[in-house]
């Protein structure tokens, strides 16, 4: 099967072909547009900017990638939308567009839920599915953590999940990108965090590991973040990069304990096979050490990290995530369905 992924949930335009089936997973083209030049200048996303340069370039990416996949849009076999969660104005412009070339081709039109995306990305590896036919696999703990978004999933099987805890506040992403800006890092922030964190010393500053010992799978990093804001403004004077870096470093230590123990505790609650982590934030080379660590302590407990080409928003998963979809439900279930699909802001995945 064809088909083409759309993914425009926040500030990044991407579009993907893949060739998939049970087996196979062969990305034929993929291409992100970032926004990142945008919205630097204001430390933030700003979301009546993005929705309007994902309607400059999606039409142009569009062809770009059908292009490179050498392919047109009449020989595919189904597209694949992030419907939500996300930005409302930024959602609607990829399923807008999803809708028109469906309903103008009669093609189906597939909804895909933006966190399902991130899990389904960790079963894929430079194209290849790996995991999804081996029965030893399952039940999967899946972390997924982003800039919205820091939950943790029991998975039965591809596609039936159950939420087992979320954040009662910031998401992790979110929390390293407003420590970034207390910290005058440039915009995107956490990466800038994870940099300096990599020369700082992680033991200087004890900060709290909010909830890291509460009976329940909730995560809470609010109160981490504004320790950090309250240290910074303990500290007299102007902050030298030592002193930054290890405020970096003892942050980032702080809040990846707290998401390693959990998930440990998730999984060996639920005897997980496998613990799958996900997000933009699985990008963190200390967040996948440490979970490469704590996993090698479960012998019989697998580790699936998100390959980092897909750690990010990326279309890949959106299509993966939808033949998922079409799986489980019969790809005629989704024929004429542009009609009934709307951007959804608030889509739980649970
Ligand atoms: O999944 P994603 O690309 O977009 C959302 O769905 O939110 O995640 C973006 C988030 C941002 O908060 C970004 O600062 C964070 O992931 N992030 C990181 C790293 N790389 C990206 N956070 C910590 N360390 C990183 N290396
Ligand atoms: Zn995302």
Redesign the pocket.
């Known amino acids: 099967m064809i088909i083409l992924g759309i993914e425009t949930?926040?500030d990044e335009t991407a579009l993907a072909v893949l060739r998939i089936n049970n087996r196979r997973c062969q990305v034929l083209s993929s291409n992100i547009s970032s926004q990142t030049a945008i919205h630097k200048k204001w430390g933030g996303v700003v979301p009546e900017l993005a929705a309007r340069r994902h309607t400059q370039v999606i039409i142009p990416l569009l062809k770009k990638t059908l292009a490179e996949a050498k392919t047109r849009l009449e020989k595919i076999d189904a597209l694949a939308v992030t419907v939500g969660p996300g930005l409302i104005t930024s959602l609607q412009v990829g399923v807008e567009t999803a809708k028109t070339v469906a309903w103008s081709l009669s093609k189906p039109l597939i909804p895909v839920n933006?966190i399902s995306g991130?899990i389904i990305s960790s079963f894929l590896t430079s194209g290849q599915w790996r995991g999804t036919r081996n029965k030893s696999t399952f039940p999967v703990v899946a972390l997924v953590v982003?800039?919205?978004?820091t939950e943790l999933y029991l998975i039965k099987n591809l596609g039936q999940q159950k939420l087992l805890g979320r954040t009662l506040d910031d998401a992790t992403?979110?929390a390293?990108?407003k420590v970034a800006k207390m910290l005058k890092l440039p915009y995107?922030?956490?990466?800038q965090?994870?940099k300096l964190a990599a020369c700082g010393n992680p033991t200087k500053f004890n900060f709290p590991r909010p909830m890291i010992n509460s009976n329940n799978l909730n995560f809470s990093f609010a109160g981490l973040k504004t320790a950090v804001l309250y240290t910074l403004k303990k500290l007299p004077g102007t902050k030298n990069e030592e002193l930054v870096a290890n405020i970096c470093a003892s942050f980032q230590q702080a809040a990846i304990d707290v998401l390693v123990k959990k998930t440990i505790k998730a999984a060996t609650t639920n005897k997980a096979k496998t613990i799958l982590l996900g997000?933009?934030?699985s990008?963190?080379?200390l967040l996948r050490s440490e979970f490469k660590k704590a996993s090698a302590n479960l012998p019989r407990v697998k580790l699936l990290i998100s390959p980092l080409e897909f750690?990010?928003?990326n279309a890949v998963m959106i299509a993966a995530a939808g033949y998922i979809e079409a799986k489980k439900s019969g790809l005629k279930v989704f024929k004429n369905s542009w009609s009934k699909i709307n951007a959804d802001a608030n889509w739980e995945l649970w």
């Open positions: 949930s926040c933006h991130h982003s800039g919205g978004h992403g979110e390293f990108d995107p922030g956490g990466p965090v994870a997000g933009g934030v990008a963190n080379k750690t990010g928003d």
